[in-house]
């Protein structure tokens, strides 16, 4: 019976402290990893005998403007269709240096996916065949996802946090 | 990268042409094929370079429609996105208003009633329904048939009309609220819902089969055309009617049932090959299988409540908020946005039409979403598209892209 307990045991066995902030929200197994191990842990995953995660379901970036050294987080998404189970791979990485390792070596999908999160976020994927902005204009010359761009005009005075949201 | 790419060429010049390298001193024609282009059903550019009348190479331009919907999402209260979500697939909105409610109450641990789910369950089958209907109609104008689209529009008006009678509103629905439906099935509902299934729509879509399953022209046009394997479909990230035309039974309703799809019957219809031909196939079982479900459904409706008892997250009814003081506060707090959603991280799938659509949700405690990241399903496949096409000819890559059933609003978001 392959669950969250025995994944947790295999990866942290095959990479100690490699691997690190397990969590379950909601039951879907998550933790992080360092850049420079992305890829090994995937492919892990991806070629383990038992596990088969086979498929990239997706991937995201997330800024977090106030977590010094790891503004940007780049989430990938696996799943192992055999088994039934996802798993969430987080890597935070800071903002001055956006770099993560590519996962389209493992999976052709991941090229458009690190396209749009490097368009809205900056991160750039290490060996990635065509990192060029996919949804935005290629002239553009800023990351529209981050947060310190905010929807509102900046200028508008009455529409305060307060009663009208973030 | 070098999986067993197959394409099964159609003669043997097919053969010759995918096989072919780019060579540096041959002249190619460059033909744009969109951005505003009848056979694109939306506007996305691809960029072909043929060698005659072969395509060697495609490059796709997309994004024409981009609307920021997730950096929109960071500033709306949850209720508010549901309008979003309602422009991505815009050819089943309710399949991804439900798949949105559901993402908001996983995250806040509400239990819909059984009523909900079973209606909610009818409203994304007829969604399913009329997505396919549309896609494999014009898949029939895209090879000259004109006919077939025009006589199963009928029936897509019906679905619609039923739309318009659970939630006022057509194409972008914005049906159903976080917590349940805003209001029951009315009886009219239930009888035009009801005259569809087990009456006018079988006879029409098995007219519809006849019409198209076994013409010669037709299968001419599509039988062993963008044929990719289920090891790249998988790679592709291909989910959906486009993955189990290869042979792949993943759907995420028997995965990871949601809103009780456990309760019903029904099979998952897979290709062999596939190819353009298995695509249309597998949508048309598809539509069989989801009138059996909408058929079970209505049957077995259960009594009881449409909304789950929840006041902070589902709007009181209007006559209690003229009349309650309790009813005037929740309304008041749930329309200002004053309550706040518990802090979460949540991913949730439904089987939209086109494969897997997905929610990726972070909420920090706030009133809006942190994060909020759609799987758009169309997106990560149609990057299959110019090693579906390669080696073929336009009229090929025209029926593939159509069969491929990309939404422009989804591809963009």
């Known amino acids: ?166 | 990268m070098a999986e067993n790419t197959i394409i099964l060429p159609k003669d043997s010049n097919d053969a010759l042409a995918l096989n072919m390298p780019m060579v540096e001193d041959k002249q190619y024609s460059t033909l744009n094929l969109g951005p505003v282009h009848p056979a694109t059903h939306g506007i996305f550019q691809n960029i072909l370079t043929m060698d005659g009348e072969k395509i060697v190479d495609s490059e796709q331009t997309v994004g024409y429609i981009h609307r920021a919907f997730e950096k929109i999402a960071e500033r709306r209260p949850f209720y508010q996105i549901t309008t979003l979500t309602d422009r991505l697939n815009y050819c089943s909105s309710p399949i991804n208003n439900f798949g949105w409610h559901m993402t908001v109450e996983k995250l806040l641990g509400v239990k819909v009633p059984k009523r909900a789910e079973y209606i909610r369950v009818i409203m994304m089958e007829l969604a399913r329904i009329s997505d396919h209907l549309i896609c494999n109609s014009i898949l029939g104008v895209d090879t000259g048939a004109y006919s077939g689209f025009l006589y199963v529009m009928q029936e897509r008006e019906k679905i619609y009309e039923i739309y318009e009678e659970v939630c006022g509103a057509r194409l972008t629905t914005n049906m159903g609220r976080i917590g349940g439906m805003e209001r029951d099935l009315s009886p009219t509902a239930i009888a035009k819902i009801r005259d569809l299934v087990f009456n006018s729509f079988p006879k029409v879509w098995a007219e519809f089969e006849t019409l198209f399953n076994r013409n010669r022209i037709f299968r001419d046009r599509i039988q062993n055309v963008g044929a990719i394997s289920s090891t790249r479909a998988i790679a592709y990230g291909f989910t959906g009617p486009n993955l189990r035309a290869t042979g792949v039974d993943y759907d995420v309703r028997v995965n990871e049932p949601y809103s009780s799809y456990e309760d019903f019957e029904f099979e998952i219809p897979i290709g062999h090959k596939g190819d353009t031909f298995d695509r249309f196939m597998v949508r048309n079982g598809e539509v069989w299988e989801s009138l059996k479900i909408i058929q079970q459904a209505i049957e077995n409706l259960p009594e009881g409540p449409y909304y789950a008892d929840e006041d902070h997250y589902y709007l009181p009814p209007k006559k209690e908020v003229y009349s309650s003081m309790e009813a005037l506060i929740y309304h008041f707090k749930i329309v200002m946005g004053e309550i706040d959603a518990p802090v979460g991280e949540v991913y949730h799938a439904v089987e939209g039409g086109n494969g897997e659509l997905g929610f990726y949700l972070i909420s920090d405690g706030g009133r809006t979403p942190y994060r909020l990241h759609f799987r758009r399903p169309s997106f990560i496949y149609y990057q299959a598209y110019p090693e579906m096409c390669k080696g073929l000819t336009i009229s090929d890559a025209v029926v593939i892209m159509s069969s491929l059933n990309v939404i422009a609003g989804e591809l963009d978001a």
Not at chain 1, 78 to 86: P, Y
């Open chain 1, 1 to 166: 019976m392959i669950n969250n307990e025995s994944i947790v045991e295999e990866v942290v066995g095959q990479f100690g402290q490699k691997v690190f902030g397990f969590e379950e929200p909601f039951g879907l197994l998550t933790f992080t990893t360092n850049a420079s191990d992305l890829t090994e842990v995937v492919d892990f995953l991806k070629n383990h005998p038992k596990f088969k995660f086979n498929f990239l379901t997706d991937i995201a970036g997330i800024h977090f403007p106030y977590n010094a050294g790891g503004e940007l987080c780049s989430m990938c998404m696996i799943h192992s269709w055999e088994n039934n189970i996802r798993v969430r791979i987080k890597v935070f990485v800071p903002i001055a240096d956006p770099k993560v390792p590519t996962l389209s070596t493992l999976f052709a999908s991941a090229n458009w996916m690190e396209r749009e999160t490097f368009d809205f976020f900056g991160i750039e994927y290490i060996g990635h065949p065509n990192l060029k902005r996919i949804l935005n204009m290629e002239d553009m010359d800023y990351f529209p996802m981050r947060k310190e761009y905010p929807l509102e005009d900046a200028t508008r005075e009455d529409k305060i946090d307060a009663l009208f949201g973030r």
